[in-house]
């Protein structure tokens, strides 16, 4: 099977339409409408509906659609693997959720490539059941996750602790201000949601909720307000554009490894592994002993 059907097929499900399919992938509309034709019938059924002028998957589509996006990332690693230069020995591909990408992934990616740069990268920003998923299918080679994968087969090891800080835009606010007006909640995952919930009850509706530290602090940095965020995001910002409500809690969030267990690069992982655990050290320590 010509392996253009399925991205064809994924660039019509994420457009929902034909004809911004095809400027995307610029092609004509006839053209592409045929590779979906041509697809439906390898599959033998159809993929996609048509509901008020809308296309929508069918069931066979959306039990596709998962295994169409693996066989293309599986594609895109072979080709890479092939094209390896001499100085180049193996592939690692890493990935992470946008978050985490941000925090700390970024800087360990230039550290391998520095350390070493026979290795050839592969960085890929996905949700947790996806990253998981992606280890189990092994088109990653390593996920770091705020949660440990529970999967037989999946080793996650802790590797550093994030240190949410409750910073305000506003000095010198008190506890009940920060946490009850113009409050950003960000969802740093159950165990944070526990912890928080144990420490602060009975508290006004946020003015945003957010999966991304990085859009709670750019909204509170536009219109005022508070947001538990990690240290090491806002440290360069604190005593100026931001504050440390001190009264607060200072809420751990680990972070977790994960790999396989019979991926051939575990060499190369536990390497990166270390370069994860020196590169996120704690800092916050060092700032609290500052404020004290």
Known sequence: MDIELLKTFLEVNNTRHFGKAA????????????????????IGTPLFTRYRNNLQLTGVGERLLSHAETILIAWE????????????????????????????????????HSILPEIALRAESFEQEKLIRSLMERTLDLTLLYEPAKITDLISIPVA?????????????????????????VDW???FNVTHAQFF?????????TSQAKIALDFILYHGGSAYLPYRLVKKLLGNQLHHIEQAPVINRPMYACYHNSNIHIEVINTVIEMIKNLATPDYLLFKDKID
């Open 23 to 42: 400027e995307n992938l610029y092609l004509t509309q006839a053209a592409v409408s045929a590779r979906i034709k041509q697809l439906e019938s390898f």
């Open 161 to 185: 602790q994030t240190e949410l800080i409750l910073a305000s835009t506003y000095e010198n606010q008190d506890l009940d201000a920060a946490i009850n007006k113009n409050y950003v909640s």
């Open 201 to 209: 009850k009975n508290i006004n509706a946020p003015v945003l909720h």
């Open 189 to 191: 995952g159950t165990s």
């Open 77 to 112: 690693r072979a080709k890479s693997e092939a094209k390896l230069t001499k100085a180049q020995k193996k592939t690692l591909a890493i990935g992470a959720t946008s978050g985490l990408w941000e925090l700390i992934l970024q800087d360990v990616i230039n550290e391998i």
